[in-house]
């Protein structure tokens, strides 16, 4: 052998493990996509984009099915596929707000769509506010009185609007308060933060403001969620293309449809009915709906077209709705998914033609994923379940123990709060304690109970389930006790879901990290990642600060 052929053999033999290392450490920039270089520095626009219940498994099973927008941004921006919530209590509010902040709920509160109010002695909601008033902005009337005052933590868009007072213009849209709030943040003089109330009204409040914005009116004018009534929610694909089978044993039937397409969005008692609405909300119409509405926004207040940094904020609802009754199996998700390709893909173009490609970064991710279907997963010989009621467990035990009293204040998902007079009765007595924790841990489906003192503690631990729930814990609003459950193994009576999220488990916690646009580098990274990690990366693009975020600037997917 000669020295040439020596050295030819080593170097493809360099090349080959070059190559190794690129495709399993990343980043690998495409080279088929020049990264969007900002014209003037930075981005004239910044846009969160949230799916509501998108676990990262989607990218897997189903991206083969997108073409438009979904596409786009899988192919010319930069995916985190390590992609990953550390705490454990994944909600729509918590995951909002951390995507929002770029900070953790033991941080910014807001530990779970709702939790126990011990002065209140009431269940609160994690948008409720008493003290404002609602602002209707299209037909109609609501009692919903939302605001952020719950959010412990500035978000990205409170912070532009602070440090460049009077020059940035913020909206926020989407189907759910407390995901247009979350995202949005407390609002301002030239901020937009709005969402659908009950039944066909769409409202803010007066946290926001003391009128309805013509801009949003215009909107709602001409557009009715009432439009979509009698619309028939057909696949938008061939059935081919569709993984999995429509008919599956598992799914449920919710009313009024069947677990087969097609699926009518109506209901027998007419438009107004709630009926209507949650069907309407569970179908893709919504999401186009919630689209259009931000399209609407985004060129009637001019985004990104001045010499500013914008700040423009969506959330789509449907899939969360539509996977929590079909399960993420099902072929009402993978249409849910084709049509919010399309709808994003819509975005995506307005965008371009308002602000301009290169003009504007957009993050996406999602506020948590979505365990299967556990009767699904049983009839495959699986282990898997649903809790049973943890109210009627512990009050029965404590009542059994200590005697006739009202124990349990709320029982929500992992979180079991005690009333304050429950509490201090169950801690004066260890053994009582030590009975109700180990009752608890018995029940089907459970691996373990944490109570506050192990929640609280500045302990290290080795345990994951227990790091994770550290960073979902807030001490006035958190459960006494929680509880950690196996594998597949949801909160939720059969009657009402037919799955759910909110565990530690990787199908909740593993979700789309996404940028795309002015100022990254496209390609798959595999480097670990957070949904908190999106706003500080926006932030130092647009040359602001963010203290209080926890989550830190993705510089490998930066322009350099
Ligand atoms: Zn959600």
């Known amino acids: 052998m000669t020295g040439n052929h020596l050295r030819t053999a080593s170097r493809s033999a360099w090349i080959g493990a070059l190559a190794i290392v690129l495709s399993f450490s990343g980043p690998v920039p495409r080279a088929d996509v020049r990264a969007q270089q900002p014209d003037s520095g930075r981005p004239r626009l910044l846009v969160l984009l949230a799916t509501d219940q998108f676990p990262s498994e989607y990218i897997t099973l189903y991206s083969h099915q997108w073409t438009k927008g979904l596409r786009r941004l899988l192919d010319e921006g930069a995916l985190f596929t390590e992609g990953a919530y550390p705490y454990a209590g994944t909600t729509t509010c918590a995951g909002h707000a951390t995507i929002g902040t770029g900070a953790y709920p033991h941080r910014h509160g807001m530990i779970g769509n709702q939790w126990y109010d011990r002065e209140l002695d009431r269940t609160v909601t994690c948008e409720e506010d008493p003290d404002v008033d609602p602002v209707v902005l299209s037909e109609g009337t609501t009692s919903n009185r939302h605001s952020a005052k719950y959010i412990q933590v500035p978000t990205l868009a409170d912070e532009l609007q602070r440090q460049r007072p009077g020059a940035v213009r913020v909206v926020s849209v989407a189907e759910k308060a407390r995901s247009a709030i979350g995202l949005g943040g407390r609002g301002g003089p030239d901020a937009i933060v709005l969402w659908k109330s009950s039944g066909r009204v769409w409202s803010t409040s007066t946290a926001f403001t003391s009128r309805p914005w013509d801009e949003a009116v215009t909107f709602l004018q001409k557009r009715s969620i009432t439009d979509d009534f009698g619309r028939v929610w057909t696949r938008l694909l061939p059935e081919s293309a569709y993984l999995f089978d429509d008919d599956a044993p598992a799914e449920p039937e919710p009313a009024p449809w069947t677990r087969t397409f097609p699926h009518i969005v109506h209901s027998p008692?007419?438009?107004?009915?709630?009926?209507?609405?949650?069907?309407?909300?569970?179908?893709?119409?919504?999401?186009?709906?919630?689209?259009?509405?931000a399209i609407h926004l985004l060129k009637a207040r001019e985004l990104g077209r001045g010499d500013r940094t914008d700040f423009l904020a969506v959330s789509l609802g449907s899939l969360d709705q539509a996977g929590h009754q079909f399960g993420p199996r099902s072929h009402e998700v993978q249409d849910v998914l084709a049509r919010a390709d399309v709808a994003i893909g819509r975005l995506l173009d307005a965008l371009d033609e308002q602000v301009g490609r290169g003009?504007?970064?957009?993050?996406?991710?999602?506020?948590?994923?979505?365990?299967?279907?556990?009767?699904?997963?049983?009839?495959?010989?699986?282990?898997?379940?649903?809790?049973?009621?943890?109210?009627?467990?512990?009050?029965?035990?404590?009542?059994?123990?200590?005697?006739?009293?009202?124990?349990?204040?709320?029982?929500?998902?992992?979180?079991?709060?005690?009333?304050?007079?429950?509490?201090?009765?169950?801690?004066?007595?260890?053994?009582?304690?030590?009975?109700?924790?180990?009752?608890?841990?018995?029940?089907?489906?459970?691996?373990?109970?944490?109570?506050?003192?192990?929640?609280?503690?500045?302990?290290?631990?080795?345990?994951?389930?227990?790091?994770?729930?550290?960073?979902?814990?807030?001490?006035?609003?958190?459960?006494?006790?929680?509880?950690?459950t196996k594998r597949n193994w949801i909160y939720g009576a059969r009657s009402e879901i037919g799955t759910n999220h909110g565990s530690p488990h990787d199908y909740d916690r593993?979700?789309?990290?996404?940028?795309?646009?002015?100022?990254?580098?496209?390609?798959?990274?595999?480097?670990?990642?957070?949904?908190?990690?999106?706003?500080?990366?926006?932030?130092?693009?647009?040359?602001?600060?963010?203290?209080?975020?926890?989550?830190?600037?993705?510089?490998?997917?930066?322009?350099?």
């Open 359 to 484: 003009r504007y970064t957009l993050a996406w991710s999602a506020d948590h994923g979505v365990a299967r279907i556990p009767e699904e997963v049983e009839a495959e010989g699986g282990d898997a379940g649903r809790l049973g009621p943890l109210r009627t467990l512990a009050d029965g035990l404590l009542r059994w123990t200590l005697g006739n009293e009202r124990y349990v204040g709320l029982a929500d998902g992992a979180q079991l709060s005690l009333t304050p007079d429950g509490l201090r009765l169950v801690e004066d007595r260890p053994d009582v304690k030590q009975l109700l924790m180990s009752a608890l841990a018995a029940s089907p489906g459970v691996t373990k109970v944490f109570d506050r003192a192990t929640l609280e503690s500045s302990e290290p631990t080795d345990d994951p389930d227990l790091r994770a729930w550290r960073l979902s814990y807030f001490p006035d609003r958190s459960g006494d006790f929680i509880v950690v």
């Open 269 to 293: 008692k007419g438009p107004d009915d709630g009926l209507f609405a949650t069907a309407w909300g569970r179908s893709p119409f919504a999401d186009e709906f919630v689209i259009d509405f």
């Open 510 to 560: 593993r979700v789309p990290v996404l940028l795309f646009g002015a100022g990254i580098r496209p390609g798959k990274y595999d480097t670990s990642a957070s949904p908190a990690d999106l706003v500080p990366t926006l932030a130092s693009l647009a040359g602001i600060s963010l203290s209080t975020a926890e989550g830190r600037v993705l510089t490998e997917a930066l322009v350099r």
